[in-house]
């Protein structure tokens, strides 16, 4: 049985309070896992007792804010947390640009006062916050689960008590201390020795030199108003042992430990088999709902649950919504693999999803791009068809990736009408796929239909999220079809146009280039060209096009110069070669030109313009035979003009 990797999760820590005695108080909590960083909302109620109640995981603070049930900047203060200078930023920035924040004040001009107060608020908080650093000589406060803020030292006596070396405590204080700018700093290189000691655990860090064997796994659920029964696994497969747990709910168990920062939770002894587990309960457990069960324990679950056949009636159900958890699972670390670059490995992992939960539209949307990015395009193709047939056809964004894939194979028909889908499907996100129907128009030569989807796109883009950037790919590729359509000054105002609205795309650079190219404006050319390469020093094809612009203003070495950096940066590109040793004949160099010219006829033997260039090249050394032969070719391929 292979292991599956484990998520790395490091939090959540506690790094915004906002207090509101009337509604009761927000915390804003973050963690860290994989190398990226999440967000969510505690909602601790004035008039409830017990655990605060969460929202989902956001990428970001201001996605997170936003999700909350009340006007967080409405009657809320903002209170001493360990907020350090990337949160106290974010924190201003959000008060002044959320379009929520923006909105109430426009339809409430009074309240004005109360983002300014709550502004007031934060300076104050780095203000205390740095008076109290420097009277206390702490480099964090966090908040554990006490109704006020606990200064946790860079190094104490529990800390001592791990038997550390010098090296790996000081890596230890080191990484507290760089803990201070969470989340905008990098962990030390050597994260391997701080994750044997360091384990967080909701706010407080609890050091452990843990051994990953002994991880602990919830295997059964069992529902009961106000909390769960549930049975625990430990072990490897065949030396497991269990125990009856008890949670959120009133029980007279021995308390074998309280794990702090998380719910209390109450335990049995360790058993050595599942039943003598559930046995040992003072709960009739079968008289409760199994809210899941582990996959492995099915048959035997259904075994020790033979007398309680209302019980057996209802294992399905727990069964089932493991399914759904594991299926999720898998998914979450597919996408992680997706960020890896490890395709194959997602491909599976979605696979496993889909055996869990086999008439749910997601697995199959997202392995069909996991195909499609590796190139399998039918097999993209039928997973799409699945995605559309389970989401009954509702789902905009399988329609758009089977555009693609359908663009990508040349069934150019089925592109248009995926994407008219799509379009229909969400007609205020319609800018990418109008962009993108127009490029499948572009490559039918269909260029009207093209710049009439180009257009409508950049009509819509300012709906779109990263409008800017859309608006300024509908203008580029535009710009494409007006140059094909040699309306160069459309095109040029085009491709300036998409550089206002996005400067960092070298390619419009390029391309406005080349329109100035075409209409014989060298100076602006290479200006625009230059600028491609400064934003691409490995810009091959910046240099090759400078490279030509130079030999047609008749400055050889310059030209020389671009075209070898062509070559090295593309040495199987036929073009740069063609175009280097028609320098080379340009400037008399007839030898280094027949070289030229046969590279460029090696990597691309149906370049009629190669071998007619060697031909005239032949003919000036000479070699009648060879220019004659080389004639002939290039007329076999149409490309070819003696006189």
């Known amino acids: 049985m292979n292991e599956r990797p484990k998520s790395q999760i490091y939090g959540p820590w506690r790094v915004t309070y906002l207090r509101c005695p009337a509604k009761g108080d927000i915390e804003v909590e973050v963690r860290k896992i994989n190398g990226a960083f999440q967000y969510r909302l505690s909602y601790l109620y004035s008039n ?116 550390m070396t010098e090296e790996e405590k000081a890596i230890v204080i080191a990484k507290r201390q760089a803990d201070w700018d969470y989340p905008g ?84 002894k360790w058993f050595p088999s599942l039943e003598q587990a559930l046995n040992s309960s003072r709960y009739e457990w079968w008289e409760y709902s199994p809210f899941e069960v582990a996959l492995d324990l099915e048959d035997e679950l259904q075994r020790i649950a033979e007398p309680f056949p209302e019980f057996r009636n209802r294992i399905q159900s727990g069964i089932q919504r493991r399914k759904l958890k594991v299926a999720k699972d898998c998914v979450k670390l597919a996408k992680n693999y997706i960020q890896q670059g490890n395709i194959e490995g997602a491909i599976s992992e979605y696979t496993r999803a889909i055996g869990y939960r086999p008439y749910s539209p997601g697995p199959y949307k997202d392995r069909g791009s996991a195909f499609q990015d590796i190139g399998e395009l039918d097999r993209a193709i039928a997973d799409y068809d699945l995605a559309i047939k389970y989401s009954n056809g509702a789902d905009s964004v399988v329609f758009f990736r089977r555009a693609g894939a359908y663009h990508r194979k040349g069934e150019f028909d089925r592109a248009i009408d995926d994407y008219s889908m799509a379009i229909k499907l969400d007609a205020d996100l319609a800018a990418m796929p109008l962009i993108n129907r127009g490029n499948v128009y572009d490559d ?15 009509r819509l883009g300012c709906n779109a999220p990263n409008g800017n950037t859309i608006i300024a790919r509908a203008h580029h590729n535009r710009g494409l079809a007006y140059r094909t359509l040699e309306d160069s000054d459309s ?123 060697r031909g005239l090249a032949y003919q000036k050394v000479g070699d009648a035979a060879s220019a004659s032969s080389d004639f002939a070719v290039a007329s076999k391929l149409g490309y070819y003009s003696q006189s």
Not at 185 to 205: F, M, R, T, W
Not at 212 to 233: A, H, K, W, Y
């Open 185 to 268: 700093h990098e962990p030390p290189e050597s994260q391997a020795i701080i994750d044997k000691y360091l384990n967080v655990h909701g706010g407080a860090k609890k050091h452990t030199a843990r051994n990953p064997e002994n991880e602990v796994e919830t295997v059964i659920v069992l529902g009961v108003e106000g909390g769960s029964l549930g049975v625990q696994r430990m072990g490897d497969c065949g030396a497991f042992k269990y125990r009856f747990h008890v949670c959120d709910c009133a029980a007279d168990f021995l308390v074998d430990e309280d794990i702090p920062g998380h719910t209390p939770e109450k335990h049995s």
């Open 491 to 613: 095109a040029i105002e085009d491709f300036t146009q998409s550089i206002w609205l996005d400067p960092s795309v070298p390619g419009s650079f390029l391309d406005r280039g080349n329109a100035y190219f075409d209409i014989d404006d060298y100076d602006r050319a290479v200006s625009d060209y230059t600028h491609a390469i400064q934003l691409d020093p490995s810009h091959h094809k910046a240099f090759h096009n400078r490279g030509c612009v130079y030999a047609e203003m008749g400055d050889f070495d310059k030209a020389f110069a671009d075209f070898d950096e062509a070559i090295r940066l593309m040495p199987n590109n036929a073009n740069v070669h063609l175009h280097h040793g028609m320098a080379h004949r340009e400037m008399g160099n007839h030898d280094l030109a027949i070289v030229s010219f046969g590279k460029a006829i090696e990597l691309d033997p149906n370049l009629g313009m190669a071998w007619h260039n």
């Open 444 to 458: 039918m030569g269909d260029y009207s239909s093209a710049i009439a989807d180009y257009t409508e796109a950049i």
């Open 48 to 163: 409830e007792n017990g655990s605060p109640k969460h929202s989902k995981w956001f990428p970001d603070l201001e996605q997170a804010l936003a999700s909350s049930m009340w006007k967080w900047w409405q009657g809320y203060m903002p209170a001493v947390m360990p907020v350090g200078p990337y949160m106290l930023e974010e924190l201003r920035r959000i008060i002044k640009t959320s379009p929520a924040v923006k909105s109430y004040v426009e339809n409430h001009p009074n309240s004005m006062y109360e983002i300014m107060r709550f502004e007031r608020m934060i300076e104050d908080i780095a203000n205390y916050k740095e008076m109290y650093l420097n009277q206390c000589n702490l480099m964090e406060l966090r908040w554990a689960w006490a109704p006020d803020p606990v200064p946790l030292l860079l190094w104490s006596e529990r800390d001592e008590a791990l038997g």
